[in-house]
């Protein structure tokens, strides 16, 4: 198989070789080199299109505004440049017979609306948009920094096929087309982002602030010298260079943020600079700090039934009151440097820290083994008579710290046609706990008591409970002396960490003709990642501890759960008097052997590709091949109750665990093809198409083989199994779009995409006795590949900058974008893998939409945004009215900026202004059953921006 895979290789190369040598060429002079910059020499216009008339040969601007064109035959020509929203401009230059030219070119006036404000950051955006060899859309800051949101997941979200799920009301996580967050790759300055969270690949974004980063692209199509990890998206995020600007910069954000509900204020400030320190040297960089207080009140439901009376019952209903903190500390550095004019190399640096203290006071009503239930519909009286209603009250109090940082060295190098890329990195994320208290639980059992819970479900979203029966349950359930301390929960450690290494090179060579360029690309990458994760958990009991001494107040606003605990009072007790509890060894083993994993992941690359370029087409084709390699490790952990059969046939005097280290090891690879065109038929309209094949690697926490059974002592064993033979998702994917841009700073664009997508994954409840692994179960929970999915859509988008109407209104600018996902497979229905229903994808909405009117004219510049995505499949229940759906999400948000003077600068923005919620249900019953629901009120923040 290896030699076969040489010779594909061998005679792939030599195909292009052939192909460039029969080319018709002419003897060239040298290289044209320059640099595209606006009017007032502020900012580089990356994405400037630069094209030799007579030779209809084009070329694009980079990061730091500059280009080049190798072998360039001696002569006079005519060079073009244009950038959306300027006008274009050509330049009559002078090829020398010897040597090489270089010119500078610029665009636009001096009024800075290439440089300032939404004018700039919408001008910018779309000419890399119109520039990029793929599906892309992008986002940019401008000049001095400004970005719209607080996060980077906050941000994205007004990009065409965008979605954002929220985590307490903050975007967190990012869906490109109705797709789940996992099936994008997230990556900094090159460097691909390993995730803080033990179970996931996907980065949480809200890590990272906005005030770090100058751009992110979103690329929804892939090349082969692209990693290939990627269904939704690749989400290339880029740090400053000091390159970028032409004129040193020093900026102070200082900003107050306030939410309705918590009623604080807390700060955010910044610094962002870039300097050069010469010609050829240049540093960047910046510090943010956020502080955020703010509150949440939530209600969850679960365990919902028909009963034989045909009533809809749920199990239990829980109310939680949140206290949040929430801290961001976000830095970067960038040094860039030139060595002569055919060599760049930067290093860049970036370090992001999350800090999450959360209180949650809980009060549960647990009503799985009440007796007489009575009422119809929505509004149903649960009694203890000839059953029992627990009632638990209790406290989480949770600190958690998530960090990122990465560091990448590199550059690149042009020389008489042939261009090298080059780079080494390092990325590490860790997420820690140590001594959360997650949580403490106290509880009071109510049996043939006389006590009658009430629940009006009539408001679905927010249920209100009622307590009846006789006076001395009803007092009873209101004393919190009746509550008495069941365990505290320890978080000793959870320690969760990803790291990466990587490095690559690439090499192309350009051939010259009449027509165009065609250019012959190869590359090779490594990637060595190891992710882990350790857990210590400590269950402590007291006995006769009861809430009474340890009682605060609610700030819940949905209904009355007093008494509830002091949200500080259980740890200041606990750490005061440790030596009262007792340890309870068996459950604190069990639950931290389970969790326990290693996985070393190893991804070797390497690709070939062919590129053609000429004044309106643009074709890149070729393949790439990644070969994976894992060594993963965890435990295989058997709990046996008392009375069960031990391993060797003998009885468990006692509950028993019994812990055996398991390691896999695998590898597999990959051919990926792709192919991409890029046609200019006319000026300022381009039509794209790509086709490619791609691959999502499973979670690490999925192939982790952590095998964990229970057996009571009538030696049934129920299990839950990770699954190292999981096969990565693979998909064939297809792209077409056409797009034009507009005079005075616009583009209306138009896509269609379509994937089939083979072994996504689903977790596969069997009720059936059988063995897994050598392992015998009489139930079981298995993650495993499913049937292939099918995902197709649409993306529209408007964008315009409205100059063409009278004054005042010539200051106008919209945004609009809608896409439609269509995505579906098959899944086993209650564990039958032969017994399949159709689904919607998990995490896939079918309407995302995003619209945006803002007025920019003198000092003056406003926003309001509105961001829509309809329902989606969050969980998969064993049937389909069991399956837990997001409900509709609708967000207002407004900004206003004003510019006191040309350094000073004053902001407002009010963040959910119609107060969006989260709600969660499930359809048993034929009606929609709350899951959950939470509300957050609005946010308004306020500050100023000063430039040095």
């Known amino acids: 198989m290896h030699q076969l895979r040489t010779v594909r290789s061998r005679i792939l190369l030599g195909t292009c070789l052939s192909l460039a040598a029969a080319l018709p060429v002419t003897a060239y002079a040298g290289d044209l080199t320059g640099s595209v910059t606006d009017a007032s020499d502020t900012r580089a216009l990356q994405g400037a299109q630069l094209r030799i008339v007579e030779l209809g040969r084009v070329a694009e601007a980079d990061r730091d505004g ?3 064109f190798a072998d360039v035959p001696a002569g006079t020509y005519t060079l073009e440049a244009r950038y959306v929203g300027a006008e274009p401009r050509t330049q009559t230059i002078s090829v020398p017979e010897s040597g090489n030219l270089s010119v500078k070119v610029v665009l636009g006036t001096d009024d800075s609306i290439l440089v300032l404000g939404q004018s700039a950051t919408q001008a910018s955006a779309l000419s890399r948009q119109k520039a990029a060899d793929g599906v892309e859309s992008v986002l940019t800051r401008d000049a001095v920094g400004q970005f719209p949101d607080q996060n980077v997941a906050e941000s994205l979200r007004r990009l065409p096929g965008i979605n954002i799920l929220n985590d307490q009301g903050e975007g967190r996580f990012v869906s490109v087309r109705g797709l789940d ?28 602030s906005s005030d770090s980063i100058e751009s992110i692209e979103v690329k929804k199509s892939l090349t082969p010298d692209m990693d290939a990890d990627t269904i939704g998206a690749s989400i290339e995020i880029h740090t400053t260079s000091a390159f970028e600007r032409r004129k040193n910069l020093l900026t102070a954000k200082v900003e107050g943020s306030y939410n309705d509900y918590s009623e604080k204020l807390t700060p955010k400030g910044s610094i962002d600079f870039a300097q050069r320190l010469s010609d050829n040297v240049g540093i960047s960089g910046g510090i943010s700090y956020y502080q955020r207080k703010f509150e949440t009140d939530n209600v969850e439901a679960d365990g919902w039934d028909v009963n034989d009376d045909g009533q809809i019952t749920t199990e239990e209903v829980n109310y939680r009151d949140y206290d949040v903190e929430r801290k961001r500390l976000s830095a970067n550095l960038n040094l860039d440097f030139r060595v002569g004019s055919s060599t760049k190399l930067y290093a860049r640096g970036i370090y992001s820290q999350f800090d999450d203290q959360e209180y949650r006071r809980e009060t549960s009503l647990k009503l799985e083994d009440a007796g007489e239930i009575t009422g119809t519909g929505a509004d149903l009286v649960y009694s203890d008579a000839d059953g029992e209603i627990g009632i638990q009250r209790s406290l989480k109090d949770r600190f958690e710290r998530q960090r990122i940082r990465s560091i990448a060295l590199g550059g690149e190098t042009d020389s008489n046609g042939w261009h090298a890329k080059y780079s080494v990195s390092y990325a590490k994320s860790t997420e820690r706990e140590n001594g959360s208290i997650d949580p403490a639980n106290f509880e009071r059992t109510f049996e043939d008591e006389g006590l009658e819970l009430g629940l009006d479900f009539a408001d679905p979203r927010r249920p209100r409970y009622t307590v009846g029966g006789s006076a001395g349950a009803i007092a009873d359930f209101a004393d919190p002396s009746q509550y008495e301390l069941d365990s505290v929960q320890v978080t000793g450690l959870s320690a969760s960490q990803d790291e990466e290494w990587g490095a690559r090179f690439d090499l192309g060579r350009e051939f010259v003709t009449d027509g165009g360029s065609f250019t012959v690309q190869a590359g090779a990458k490594g990637r060595w990642r190891d992710k882990s994760y350790n857990l210590e958990t400590q269950y402590w009991e007291m006995d006769d501890l009861t809430m009474a001494d340890l009682v605060g107040g609610q700030t819940y606003r949905i209904t009355d759960i007093s008494p509830v605990l002091d949200k500080r009072g259980v740890r200041r007790f606990f750490n005061a008097d440790r030596d009262a509890f007792e340890l309870n060894e ?19 690359a390497g690709y070939l590709l062919g590129r053609w370029d000429s004044a309106t087409l643009r074709v890149i084709g070729g393949v790439r091949y990644e070969h994976t390699k894992n060594d993963i490790r965890a435990n295989t952990v058997t709990l046996i109750e008392e009375g069960g059969e031990l391993p060797d046939g003998s009885e468990a005097e006692d509950d028993t665990v019994i812990s055996v280290p398991n390691q896999f090891k695998r590898n597999y690879d990959h051919w990926l093809p792709s192919l991409t065109v890029r046609w200019e038929p006319q000026q ?59 005079p005075n ?37 298995i993650p495993i590949n499913g049937d292939s999915a099918k995902i197709w859509g ?55 939409f995003n619209a945006a009117l803002g007025y920019e004219k003198g000092p003056v510049s406003l926003r309001l945004a509105g961001t829509y995505r309809s329902k989606y499949l969050d969980e998969l229940g064993d049937d389909a009215p069991e399956d837990r759906i997001i409900d509709n999400h609708f967000q207002l948000d407004l900004s206003a900026k004003y510019d006191v003077t040309k350094q000073v600068q004053v902001f407002y923005e009010w963040v959910n202004i119609n107060n969006a919620k989260y709600y969660a249900y499930n359809n048993v019953g034929a009606r929609q059953n709350l899951l959950q629901f939470e509300q957050y009120k609005w946010t308004m923040k306020f500050g100023a921006r000063v430039k040095f």
């Open 66 to 68: 500059s280009f080049r």
């Open 181 to 208: 967050p996992e099936l994008n790759a997230t990556s900094v300055n090159g460097v691909r982002l390993p995730a803080p969270e033990s179970d996931v690949r996907s980065v949480a974004l809200d890590v990272i």
């Open 586 to 604: 068996l459950d604190s083993l069990f639950d931290s052997t389970v969790e326990d994993y290693s996985v070393s992941e190893d991804v070797m």
């Open 684 to 742: 300022n309209l381009v039509l794209r198409a790509a086709g490619y094949k791609s691959l999502v690697r499973p979670k690490l926490s999925k192939l982790a083989p952590r095998f964990t059974i229970e057996q009571n002592d009538d030696n049934e064993r129920e299990g839950e199994f990770g699954n190292p033979d999981l096969k990565p998702y693979e998909a064939w994917n297809f792209d077409a779009g056409v797009e034009y841009y507009l």
């Open 745 to 781: 700073n616009g583009a209306l664009s138009a896509g269609v995409f379509y994937k089939d997508v083979k072994n996504f994954i689903v977790d596969t409840n069997l009720e059936d006795a059988g063995t897994y692994n050598g392992i015998a179960y009489d139930e079981a929970t």
């Open 794 to 848: 649409l993306e529209l988008s408007y964008t315009q900058a409205l100059r063409f109407l009278p004054a005042p209104f010539d200051g106008l600018l919209v945004n609009a974008n809608y896409t439609y996902t269509d995505a579906t497979g098959h899944v086993p229905i209650d564990g039958d893998i032969t017994d399949l229903r159709k689904i919607r994808l998990p995490s896939a909405s079918k309407h995302t």
